[in-house]
């Protein structure tokens, strides 16, 4: 059963880090692309990054790039995302999902992704 299990939100204040993670379990780690999107109240999902794990490929969003970073622990089978300066607009359900393909060429949308996260909540102040 594939799983993919979101933790690392919380309340920030604005200017402050956070660091997501996202375990995942059920498929093969390496053949996958992972990606991270998040949703606030009243808004669509938007797609913040996403990572080739067998590569290292990353994309960001305009609205992040130079703020937050995707990673992998390989090791563990874990895809973090660490946000710097995080800002009030910034404030949504970050979720996780998964996609089959190692190779990742640009941000992919919400509907090409198959299997998600519950989400965690990160919500910053200011």
């Known amino acids: 059963e594939v799983q993919l299990v979101e933790s690392g939100g919380g309340l920030v204040q604005a200017g402050r880090s956070l660091r997501l993670s996202c375990a995942v379990s059920?498929?093969?780690?390496?053949?996958?692309?992972v990606g991270w999107f998040r949703q606030a109240p009243g808004k669509e999902r938007e797609g913040v990054s996403c990572?080739?794990?067998?590569?290292?490929?990353?994309y960001y969003a305009d609205s992040v790039k130079g703020r937050f970073t995707i990673s992998s622990d390989n090791a563990n089978n874990t895809v973090y995302l660490q946000m710097n300066s995080l800002k009030p607009e910034d404030t949504a359900v970050y979720y996780c999902a998964a996609r089959l393909g190692s190779f990742v060429w640009r941000l992919y949308n919400d509907d090409e992704y198959n299997y998600w996260g519950q989400g965690t909540q990160v919500t910053v102040s200011s």
């Open positions: 059920g498929f093969t780690f390496k053949q996958y692309t």
């Open positions: 990572l080739s794990i067998s590569d290292g490929s990353t």
